[in-house]
């Protein structure tokens, strides 16, 4: 009823613009001016109306100026070609024959409005400029609900179902807005730069909205739900504006791949399989503000470079935030909380080769103190030397240091609670990680202690890989599902009054 009466207003309208237009009369039962759509465009000029009563007609080419009215009752099948500008295309059924689009906008500042469109291959092209499609409601199940390919055209406000929803190829400033689009792919920007994609409702199994080498788009406030691979997926793709969206379920997301330079701003992903934003062989986005909420990560960046995490809120999620393969990336006042394990830092096992780099380079990371994990402040230090830090601690990386100590950390809820990686004679006495994949992770580091320690309900209390030299002292592995402790191609470690108490394996 809604759309019917914003379709007699707006008829109403037209008619009083219309001023002394001429009304011609389509009925297919001999009763108005012509039977056939064409014969009543035939008697129309410039800006009459042609009123179509309710009947089965053929497609026409609409090349002039007119005012297309009829109602649902109203059924043009075959195909409906409009070149004249300026036409108006009102409360029609449309029904598409064959392959052929049941509606193709040729025309610029064209306007279809309270239409439905059904049939096969596609339901409206718009080819033209400045064309507008507002309140329709399309269905083709197996095949494209609407095409752009030309510039500065509008859908508002339509009901989409089709395999795929909206296809933009090769467009430029053109707008989806306030759509219901049901789809396996649901709207598809092809080399597409400067359009605009703004409070639609999303629901499918494949891919919800995606940009494949297109520039300086806006995709804003939209809602997808359902079992999406990815619900915002962009590849090859630059400058991207990507802010205010709500994605639930599917695998991923937000996923950027082979993507430069793009914004992901106050974005809520929630009970995603794999990641709620998920970054691959990207560089230089910039992530603010997003909200991860119950997925399977959080963030995960992998085999991705100079990407910038700021200010984003990650809580129940199996991991917070994953850095794996990847190289500085840089990570500012982001929150980790109630989170399985808060933060992973790894070398991974990238899909790309888009970085060249040795293992140790994959954990030179720009994180800084403002970040924090269970509310106490991460601590990660790269090429340091001679410092102790303190015992406010929810994270503690030790990148290729020297001489750095720390006593009476408690940290709990960490993928390696504490991780020293190529560091030499680096002390970490009296703490304890809790909860956490592994306790305390030792990669090539030299001459290093760990003494008065526990580690307790983690999957690894203590692992040592690649050592030499160090000590293990009075630390104690308590209820590990895997080893107490473990060492891994390690020489001349020392371990002395260590205890390894109700865990699956002792010492290996």
């Known amino acids: 009823m809604n759309i019917m009466r914003y379709q007699a ?66 059924r043009i099948r075959g195909p409906l070609l409009i070149t004249g500008p300026g036409c108006k295309i009102l409360n029609l059924t449309l029904e598409s ?51 752009v390919v030309g510039k500065g055209n509008k859908i508002q406000t339509c009901s989409v179902r089709g395999n795929v929803g909206i296809m933009m190829n090769s467009t430029a400033e053109c707008k989806v807005e306030g759509c219901d689009i049901s789809a396996l792919q649901g709207i598809i920007l092809d080399s597409s730069t400067g359009n605009k994609i703004e409070k639609n409702t999303l629901s499918g199994s494949g891919f919800g909205i995606v940009l494949t080498k297109s520039f300086a788009n806006l995709v804003s406030d939209n809602s997808l739900s359902g079992d999406f691979v990815s619900g915002i997926d962009v590849t090859n793709s630059r400058t991207n504006d990507i802010e205010g969206n709500s994605i639930s379920g599917g695998k991923l997301g937000i996923s950027l791949r082979n993507s430069q330079g793009n914004n992901l701003t106050e974005n809520v992903c929630g009970k995603t399989e794999r990641a709620g934003i998920y970054a691959d062989k990207a560089t230089e986005n910039r992530l603010r503000g997003n909200l991860l909420i119950g997925n399977g990560n959080g963030i995960l960046i992998s085999g991705s470079a100079n990407n910038s995490l700021l200010a984003n809120n990650l809580t129940q999620n199996s991991y917070g935030i994953t850095l794996r393969g990847s190289i500085d990336n840089v990570l500012r006042e982001n929150r980790l909380f109630a989170n399985s394990y808060n933060l992973r830092i790894d070398s991974g096992e990238s899909s790309g080769a888009v970085l060249s780099s040795s293992g140790h380079d994959f954990y030179h990371q720009d994180i800084d103190e403002s970040n924090l994990a269970e509310e106490k402040p991460v601590r990660y230090l790269v090429a340091k030397a001679d410092m102790v830090i303190p015992a406010e601690c929810g994270f503690l990386g030790v990148i290729n240091c020297r001489n750095i100590s720390a006593s009476g950390l408690n940290i709990t809820n960490s993928s390696a609670g504490i991780m020293m990686v190529d560091s030499d004679n680096c002390r970490i006495t009296n703490s304890s990680v809790a909860r ?28 040592a890989e690649g050592c030499e030299g160090g000590v293990f002292e009075e630390s104690e592995a308590d209820s590990c599902s895997e080893e107490g402790f473990r060492l891994v191609d390690s020489m001349n470690l020392k371990m002395q009054r260590c205890i390894a108490d109700s865990s699956a394996g002792g010492i290996l």
Do not use: H, W
């Not at 994949?437 to 999957?459: H, I, P, R, W, Y």
């Open 9 to 74: 207003s707006l008829l109403l309208l037209l008619l009083l613009a219309a001023g002394q237009a001429k009304t011609i009369v389509v009925d297919s039962n001999g009763s108005g001016d012509a039977t056939s759509l064409s014969g009543g465009i035939f008697l129309a000029g410039p800006g009459d109306i042609v009123i179509i009563r309710p009947g089965s007609y053929s497609g026409a080419t609409v090349d002039r100026a007119v005012i297309l009215s009829g109602s649902n009752e109203s």
């Open 97 to 147: 024959s064959g392959q052929d689009p049941a509606v193709q906008l040729q025309s610029t500042d064209g306007f279809l409005a309270g239409c439905q469109v059904s049939g096969g291959g596609i339901g409206i092209r718009a080819a033209g400029t400045n064309n507008t499609v507002r309140e329709c409601r399309i269905e083709i199940p197996s095949g494209t609900g609407i095409q």
């Open 436 to 463: 956490s994949e592994m306790g305390f992770n030792l990669v090539d580091c030299t001459s290093g202690l760990v003494k008065g320690c526990e580690a307790f309900t983690c999957q690894i209390g203590y692992l």
